[in-house]
């Protein structure tokens, strides 16, 4: 007969169990159970199961049952009883080999949990949760161990030796954003689930059920301290049909072309796009052709895209392999079978109605399907009230491809990648988290609507011109939280009281500033304002875009809400318990530093050498452990709830008894200096100290637990039947006081479309104050937007270089652009360093800021809608698609081409470099041509090849504009950037290599060759 030792937790509900006789694969015998001689108030049970069916016997302790809390306490003298175990749930089809099955696996409990689970998500990192610890077994400890500077230890089993690392649960985000953010893992966290007695039975005895919780990937971080609350946390669905993607094979290998051989080559495969933040509940869907794919993504920006299984077919890379090279995060899971409008209606807390669900296509569906069956499973089954999704359209926004994207730097820097320097950086001025994200969203997708542009602008207009109201509005947001990600951690059962406290203090001054607002709409300050704008705006107009922001507030729910909120928080109490919390994990981290180096199990705790084990009071593993403490405050106020108040009005009274009860003991034995207290090691006791100590020896039913040379210790029946009292109150009231916060998260659950809807408005309040407050710092002027296809700008100023020149105390030299009806082309020709790459970006970024609903860095502008913008402005080689650089040029020359319409902006840089003089001109000549009869789009396009000037002299609508150096009697020289008409034939690229610092021996040899040459030395700068 093998025994086996299990622990079992306290809450199981052990009275008068007995086990069924004669049924097969059911236990036959009894269970004993073992009971201490102290009332200690945390223990554990332990079970000795006998696989053979014979008496096995489980030892319980004495007195009341309590929660388990995970603390590890000595055993006291163990005395019988037997209980009979018939209450517990069976399953009467068991086979007689069934239940043993978990008991004879050699790997102790834990190790076996987590082998099981690493099983079932076999791509996942696992971390599972030992009591407070997190801990990474087998291979996964072995290879992620060194990689988190972990400490990998060799737990012995019966099959040898296992790997295992850890770490104290605290730190779990500090991990957690390694392994995600930094390394692109999923993570799966197994957490402890007390076993109820059956369960216990069925497993073998284990104590805790280790289930994951929750799979945690880039795309599906919800609130983890370590996420950018500047920046959205995209999870990315694609799906394309696989019949709609050709393969044809070629010399040069397999090329995947977007159209069916039996169709026409203009009818492009289509990808149905969603994307979706849990961070803050936005959802978008969106159709693009396979072609464009690539600007989508840029333009999205996903941490995680998800891909049909199918593509992960060697034959699909030229399509996957771009995703990769790009460094996005790619997961790969198959389609759901069945795919319908009406599944999506679950997971949402607004309804899709039928008007709006009719417009998404199959291709979106089947992607928001499969999106939402992967967050479901990464979420475990989790409750979900997600936004209604909103379609993209791509006719009511600019296009910016992909590498209009990285030349223009809009979120991000070429240098090193970060928004320092970008058109983001120089243009933010908002106050909020939110606020910032709708920033960043509005400059990568500026719109197409002159109603919504000119009603942003009136906006911007009005709060230019009262800096009083702007103000105002940004002293109240700045006190506001992020209240879409507050909403959405309850969306997804996850938020706390804390959460509860920031959302109601949001609402409030949500609610102070909308009557700020309609104060500032009713007063004559507002009738001051002038609106000499040339666009037909009007002071009404100017009014009714702030009025109608006001209009969209919903404020009567979540007023109600706040106040409940408010009446049912006790915010003291809650900053009493962030105390204690932060006391507890001063004791754990100290706890730590022993734990970790003896293999991270607080199980094996006791097995260290004393030298090195924690002192009893560092035991407390979990915050739980203070339950029982008279000190942990209460988070609700008594009032809270009827029930609430009757217990505390309970525990009023049973706290008065113990005063009652302490003073007449302090009397009867003339012990000033005994108290009535508790303790988490010791449970109630009396106390006392000095010369009282041994003044209660006459004392009926005392029993020393605590003896040192000043002090004393024991237990007193009378004190230990009321200390058991106001435990169990205390223990309901926290029960319900759970059911209150419950019931408080529900509420923000149903005002949930209201609270986004009021933080949208929130969010546009911020970037309208913004571009604001940018516009009277810098002097920006309102742009004028229309129909037309021409860019008519004075004085205009690159928005990012002008002011790193500001903060240098160097002034910006600003130019003219027409380009449009008259010149749909201008080529632009001067040295090198004089500017011509700076002219070129700032009209493209002057257009955006203009449709994003931004003042621009101009005198005056007056700007024709743009649909698309292209931009040809410097490549490098792309070794991991073997392409060189020219090759790259001229893939992007190839997509302007193809793409550019007669709405669309196009700036083209030294187009035909990195080939001979000869093929770069006649490509260049090519571009222009294309894009003068082709295209007829507005394009501004620099070259070092003057030749061009020359053979373009037919092209009525194409001007030709320059740059120049400024040379002095001395031989110095300076560059004027003030663009001039006409063609500068000299590059001076010399002047260039001298400033650069080539040795002067070099220089002249360059000069000497130039000269026998007899040609310009631009014919060299190819």
Known sequence: MRRVRHLIPEHTNLEMLSVSTGRAGCYNGLIQVSKKSCPRPKRFLHLRQHENGQRGRLRSPRGSLQACSGVITTRGVKTHSVLNLDLLARDDNASPDQVPTEVEKAYPAVVQQASDNMQKHPQCVLLTRVGGFYELYFDHADTYGPLLN???????????????????????????????????????????????????????????????????????????HFM?????????????????????????GLVIQSSLPDRPDTESAIAGLAWLDLSSGDFFTQMTPVTLLSSAIARIRPREILL??????????????????????????????????????????????????????????????????????????????????????????????????????????????????????????????????????????????????????????????????????????????????????????????????????????????????????????????????????????????????????SLDGPRALATRIKDSIDEDGLSRQHQMEDETTEVLEAMAQDVVGAQANELEIKQLPKRLQPKKQQRIISSSTLSGSSQEPFIMRPDSSDALKELHEHLDD??????????????????????????????????????????????????????????????ITAWTELGKDMDETRFRIRTEEQRVL??????????????????????????????AELAAEKEWIRPILNEGVSHNISAGRHPVVETGLSRQGRTFTSNDCTVGEDERIWLITGPNMAGKST?????????????????????????????????????????????????????????????????????????????????????????????YRINRCRTIFATHFH????????????????????EQEDG???????????????????????????????????????????????SLST
């Open 972 to 1018: 110095s020289f300076s560059y004027v950037h003030r663009l001039r008409a006409g063609v500068n034939r000299q590059s001076h690229a010399l002047k260039v290599a001298r400033v650069a610092g080539m040795p002067e021996e070099a220089i002249k040899t360059a000069a000497k060759v130039l000269a026998d040459l007899k040609v310009p030395t631009t």
């Open 308 to 553: 049909d299984a199918f593509l992960e077919d060697p034959r699909y890379s030229k399509l996957v392999q771009p995703l990769k090279a790009e460094g996005h995060v790619l997961t790969f899971q198959e389609s759901p079978t069945i795919v319908k409008k009406s599944d999506w209606q679950k997971m949402f807390k607004e309804a899709v109605g039928s008007s709006s669900s009719t417009k998404f296509s199959q291709h979106e569906v089947a992607a928001g399907a499969s999106l939402l069956a992967y967050v479901k499973t990464q979420l475990q089954g989790s409750q979900t009230h997600l936004q209604a999704p909103v379609q993209h359209q791509l006719a009511d926004f600019m296009s910016i491809d992909r590498n209009s994207f990285r030349a223009l730097e809009i979120r991000s820097t070429q240098h090193d990648g970060t928004a320092k320097g970008s058109l983001l950086h120089a243009v933010k001025r908002t106050v909020t988290p939110d606020g910032t994200r709708l920033l960043a969203s509005r400059l990568t997708e500026p719109s197409l609507s002159l109603s919504v542009i000119n009603e942003r602008l009136d906006l911007v207009s009005l709060l230019k011109d009262h800096a009083s109201i702007r103000e105002t509005i940004t002293g109240y947001l700045r006190l506001t939280s992020d209240s879409p990600r507050l909403a959405s951690k309850f969306a997804l059962g996850r938020g706390d009281a804390d959460d509860l406290i920031s959302l109601a203090k949001t609402i409030d001054i949500t609610i102070d500033l909308a009557k700020s607002i309609k104060a500032f709409l009713g007063s004559n300050a507002v009738q001051t304002s002038s609106c000499s704008n040339g666009n037909g705006s009007t002071l009404s107009s100017w009014r009714d875009s702030l009025q109608n922001l006001l209009k969209r507030l």
């Open 228 to 252: 950018d609350p500047f920046q959205s946390n995209y999870l990315l669905s694609v799906h394309v049909d696989a019949d709609s993607i050709h393969i044809q094979s070629t010399p040069e």
């Open 947 to 966: 030749t061009l000037a020359d053979m373009t002299k037919g092209f009525d609508k194409l001007g030709c504009y320059c740059s120049d150096v400024s």
């Open 654 to 715: 049973l706290e008065e008894q113990q005063d009652d009860l302490q003073n007449e003991l302090r009397q009867t034995h003339v012990a000033s200096s005994l108290t009535l207290r508790w303790t988490p090691g010791l449970g109630h006791i009396a106390h006392v100290k000095g010369k009282d100590r041994d003044k209660l020896k006459a004392l009926d039913n005392r029993q020393p637990v605590s003896t040192s040379k000043s002090t004393k210790s024991f237990y």
């Open 839 to 931: 002219f070129l970006r700032q009209n493209a970024l002057i257009s955006i800021l203009a449709q994003t609903g931004s003042f621009v860095p101009a005198g005056r502008a007056e700007i024709g809608l743009v649909d698309k913008i292209f931009t040809r402005v410097g490549s490098a080689d792309n070794l991991y698609q073997d392409q060189s650089t020219f090759m790259v040029e001229m893939a992007e020359t190839a997509e302007i081409l193809k793409e550019a319409t007669p709405r669309s902006f196009v700036i083209m840089d030294e187009v035909g470099r990195g080939t001979t003089p000869e093929d770069g001109v006649a490509v260049g000549y090519a571009c222009l041509d294309h894009l």
């Open 742 to 771: 419950s019931s408080l998260r529900q509420e923000v659950v149903q005002n949930l479309v209201k609270l986004r809807r009021n933080a949208s408005v929130l969010a546009e309040l911020d970037v309208s104050s913004g571009f």
């Open 150 to 224: 972990l400490k990998v230890a060799q737990k012995k089993t019966k099959e040898g030796p296992v790997s295992m690392s850890g770490f104290p649960y605290y730190q779990l985000e500090r991990f957690l954003k390694i392994l995600v953010q930094d390394m692109g893992k999923h993570v799966a966290i197994a957490d402890e689930f007390p076993n109820d007695a059956a369960k216990m039975i069925k497993s073998g005895g284990n104590l805790f059920d280790r289930k994951i919780s929750r799979i945690i990937t880039p795309g599906t971080l919800i609130d983890e």
